[in-house]
């Protein structure tokens, strides 16, 4: 209690800046997850406009990236990590949006919605880095494309580890 009898104490600083910390710390995991969300929705939306609006056929691409002939089952397959891809989006972004909405006194959920939305980027990851290895893998002389994406790859698995060892880094379940 302070002098006055009236109000309360104010926190150590120590305790109010791990609180501030972790309210970072979340808001830069959801903004990075809606980041993701909204590079998978725009990519996505380019690739169909360049493909439905400019007629762009193999041949005027072959000097940036090959036409590769895809098997039935490795065009299933990328069929499938497609629509996973694409159901990713709505999942990161909402969990993202919500965390970042929620008032800062629930730091409990917002955490939780912190972690489904980094989550969930990690899982549309694997499923990208999968559909990488379908199409290096259907074009093995594409060696080009090997580094590029294998550095692209590397980046992307940097930055979410560095996001979930920033949510690892808040202050933790027992204290909130």
Wanted: glycine share 6%; hydrophobic share 55%; aromatic share 10%.
């Amino acid at each position: 209690m302070s002098m006055d009898g009236k109000t309360p104490d104010l926190l150590p600083l120590s305790a109010a800046k791990k609180k501030v910390l972790d309210d970072v710390h979340v808001a830069l995991a959801c903004v990075y997850a809606l980041h993701n969300a909204l590079a998978i929705v725009f990519s996505t939306a380019v690739g169909y406009i360049a493909v439905d609006y400019f007629d762009v056929s193999c041949s005027q691409l072959s000097s940036i990236l090959p036409c590769v002939e895809l098997t039935d089952a490795e065009s299933a397959w990328l069929a499938a990590l497609s629509i996973g891809i694409l159901c990713c989006a709505p999942t990161q972004a909402a969990a993202a949006a919500l965390a970042l909405l929620l008032p800062c006194r629930r730091r409990r959920a917002r955490r939780v919605l912190a972690y489904l939305a980094l989550a969930v980027t990690f899982l549309f990851h694997c499923m990208y880095a999968g559909a990488v290895w379908i199409f290096l893998a259907a074009d093995p002389g594409y060696i080009f494309g090997k580094i590029f994406f294998t550095v692209v790859i590397c980046l992307i698995l940097v930055c979410d580890l560095t996001c979930l060892s920033d949510l690892l880094r808040g202050d933790g379940w027992g204290k909130q």
